[in-house]
């Protein structure tokens, strides 16, 4: 399950990111997962919020997944398109020359800090 190594490199960049910032607490963290990252949402949400309970500043983060379509560019024609439903073969000039221009990205988009009784830490 490499969902649980994605977890942890993610807990360790915020905890560094937060302790830089001198943010007590992080409220959330948003993911934006490639549709064909090979990343299954369901058991990387499981595994984080089994190990958020363990950091010292992320114990109430939540965790918020967008996701970034796959779209596929094709050489032959030069044109776009989803590649979920069409995979490898253009289905405007039928080429195979083509290759996969986003969604299979893991990054994180934004850390949220949670607000103290004084406003933002």
Known sequence: ???LG???HVIDMVEKAAAENNAEA???VTLELGEVSGVIPHELT???NWAVKKTER???AALVI???PAVTFCEGCGQTYPTVPQGKICPHCGSEHTWLR???EIQVKEIAIKEGPYGSV
Do not use: D, L
């Open 66 to 68: 967008e996701t970034i």
């Open 1 to 3: 399950m490499h969902e």
């Open 58 to 60: 992320m114990r109430e």
């Open 46 to 48: 499981g595994c984080w």
């Open 6 to 8: 994605i977890v942890f």
């Open 26 to 28: 992080v409220a959330s």
């Open 102 to 104: 986003q969604g299979n």
